[in-house]
């Protein structure tokens, strides 16, 4: 949780740096925002100037929450899948949810939706008006310092009246299934990458 607090928080202020600042705007968070309908491939479709701000931040976690290197790379992994999922253009609510909204379900149950808390919707709203709905897990921010979208509350009441009409057992199955799979071939390219990573650098100082 305290994990999420602090990458919550570094996003939405480098986010908004990116929206504010017309340079970045015009040169570096223009690439993310060529996807005006998301998909799971926007998530990561970014400058390689905007990686470095916004994953800056894991540099941080080492001196302001120091865990086991482990721990961590669980937790990144897991946050990749979100930030997958909260690119799918539908929205996925009550799946892949961040650990806040894990607890949100466990108290509520899966119908009601947090307006603490971010969703699929949430982030759509963003790419369609960018000046809003900037903050990542929290709504807190965006509530704060006026840039929340005021649609977003009757929107996701639609969204979850349409989910429930269609939504049955073989809906949920399938959108589990590819959900896994998003799991599987994550881990798989992270893995990949550690692996190449590490022999690299074994090679360099060999």
């Given at each position: 949780?305290?994990?999420?607090?602090?990458?919550?928080?570094?996003?939405?202020?480098?986010?908004?740096?990116?929206?504010?600042?017309?340079?970045?705007?015009?040169?570096?968070?223009?690439?993310?925002?060529?996807?005006?309908?998301?998909?799971?491939?926007?998530?990561?479709?970014?400058?390689?100037?905007?990686?470095?701000?916004?994953?800056?931040?894991?540099?941080?976690?080492?001196?302001?929450?120091?865990?086991?290197?482990?721990?961590?790379?669980?937790?990144?992994?897991?946050?990749?899948?979100?930030?997958?999922?909260?690119?799918?253009?539908?929205?996925?609510?009550?799946?892949?949810?961040?650990?806040?909204?894990?607890l949100w379900i466990?108290?509520?149950?899966?119908?009601?939706?947090?307006?603490?808390?971010?969703?699929?919707?949430?982030?759509?709203?963003?790419?369609?008006?960018?000046?809003?709905?900037?903050?990542?897990?929290?709504?807190?921010?965006?509530?704060?310092?006026?840039?929340?979208?005021?649609?977003?509350?009757?929107?996701?009441?639609?969204?979850?009246?349409?989910?429930?009409?269609?939504a049955d057992t073989?809906?949920?199955?399938?959108?589990?299934?590819?959900?896994?799979?998003?799991?599987?071939?994550?881990?798989?390219?992270?893995?990949?990458?550690?692996?190449?990573?590490?022999?690299?650098?074994?090679?360099?100082?060999?």
């Amino acid at each position: 949780l305290a994990l999420d607090a602090l990458h919550d928080t570094w996003f939405y202020f480098t986010h908004l740096l990116m929206h504010k600042n017309r340079w970045l705007l015009s040169n570096v968070h223009y690439l993310h925002h060529q996807s005006t309908v998301p998909t799971p491939f926007s998530g990561y479709s970014l400058h390689v100037i905007e990686a470095l701000i916004v994953f800056f931040d894991e540099l941080l976690v080492c001196f302001v929450l120091p865990m086991h290197v482990n721990t961590h790379r669980l937790y990144h992994l897991y946050t990749t899948l979100i930030h997958i999922g909260g690119h799918a253009s539908i929205e996925l609510h009550p799946l892949i949810p961040s650990l806040e909204q894990l607890l949100w379900i466990g108290c509520k149950g899966i119908g009601q939706v947090s307006g603490q808390l971010n969703t699929v919707l949430y982030h759509n709203l963003h790419h369609k008006n960018p000046s809003k709905n900037l903050s990542l897990y929290f709504t807190h921010w965006d509530k704060l310092l006026r840039t929340f979208c005021n649609e977003y509350p009757s929107e996701i009441c639609r969204v979850k009246r349409e989910q429930e009409k269609r939504a049955d057992t073989k809906y949920y199955a399938v959108m589990l299934l590819l959900l896994s799979s998003t799991l599987v071939s994550s881990f798989l390219c992270y893995t990949t990458a550690y692996n190449v990573a590490s022999l690299g650098v074994k090679l360099l100082w060999a």
